[in-house]
């Protein structure tokens, strides 16, 4: 299973990116699929999540201005970011947890990552 995101950049504060990232390989069944972004020398921050029926959680610093999509039958998450802050600026990681045979667990992958840098 691979996961491949992309879509990061450069933009100025108040501008939009758009993230996306395509899972591929032996897949069984996808579960939850999101978006976490970490910033060097802290944690890794959960910014959102959506479920196979599309229910949504996002993280509160994010309300309002991301939003979370994702395309079943493609295997893909997207991750919308509006109105861009400085304090954006991280990588961001995509994940799918998901299952590769009927008989085997619910696992997470995760993508490889994407820069989103906001200038003041």
């Known amino acids: 299973v691979q996961l491949q995101a992309s879509g990061g950049g450069l933009v100025q504060a108040g501008g939009s990116l758009r993230l996306s990232c395509a899972a591929s390989g032996s897949i069984f069944r996808i579960n939850v699929m999101g978006w976490y972004r970490q910033v060097p020398g802290k944690e890794r921050e959960l910014v959102a999540t959506i479920t196979s029926d599309g229910s949504t959680n996002y993280a509160d610093s994010v309300k309002g201005r991301f939003t979370i999509s994702r395309d079943n039958a493609k295997k893909t998450v997207d991750l919308q970011l509006n109105s861009l802050k400085p304090e954006d600026t991280a990588v961001y990681f995509c994940?799918?947890?998901?299952?590769?045979?009927?008989?085997?667990?619910?696992?997470?992958?995760w993508g490889q990552g994407t820069l989103v840098t906001v200038s003041s």
């Open positions: 994940y799918v947890e998901l299952r590769r045979l009927m008989v085997t667990p619910w696992v997470r992958y």
